[in-house]
Nanobody, 120 residues
Framework: QLAESGGGLVQAGGSLRLSCAASGRTFRSYAMGWFRQAPGKEREFVAAVSRSGGVTNYADSVKGRFTISRDNAKKTVYLQMNSLKPEDTAVYYC???????????????WGQGTQITVSS
C-alpha cells in the first residue's frame, strides 16, 4: 500500500516536497516513481528512482527542478519540487514496480494521488 502526502497550493516559483510511504517488508526490492495527471490531459511520467536510490530518471519537463529520492529504512520515496510552474498543477501519484522502465511506461502499482496546485 502506498500513501502520498505533501500536496497543496503553492505560488509559482515556490517549492513543495511530496512523500510516499509504503507498507510491507519488500520496499527495497522495488523501483519507485512519480506520475502526474492534469485535468483533461494524459498521465505523464515525472521521475523514477532505482531500488538502491543510485539511479534516477526524470521527464524533460521537470529536469533540473524536481529531485526524487528514497529512504529504504523509512520505506519512503520523496519528490522535491522547486521552481514550480502553473503547468505543474496536477494530481501526483506514487508508484512502484520491479523496474524503472516499467514505471516510465506507466506500469506498476500506484497510490491514490495527491493534488498539487500552482497559482500564477
Amino acid at each position: 500500500q502506498l500513501a502520498e502526502s505533501g500536496g497543496g497550493l503553492v505560488q509559482a516559483g515556490g517549492s513543495l516536497r511530496l512523500s510516499c510511504a509504503a507498507s510491507g517488508r519488500t520496499f527495497r526490492s522495488y523501483a519507485m516513481g512519480w506520475f502526474r495527471q492534469a485535468p483533461g490531459k494524459e498521465r505523464e511520467f515525472v521521475a523514477a528512482v532505482s531500488r538502491s536510490g543510485g539511479v534516477t530518471n526524470y521527464a524533460d519537463s521537470v529536469k533540473g527542478r524536481f529531485t526524487i529520492s528514497r529512504d529504504n529504512a523509512k520505506k519512503t520515496v520523496y519528490l522535491q519540487m522547486n521552481s514550480l510552474k502553473p503547468e505543474d498543477t496536477a494530481v501526483y501519484y506514487c508508484g512502484l514496480s520491479g523496474f524503472m522502465s516499467d514505471l516510465q511506461s506507466g506500469r506498476g502499482y500506484w497510490g491514490q494521488g495527491t493534488q498539487i496546485t500552482v497559482s500564477s
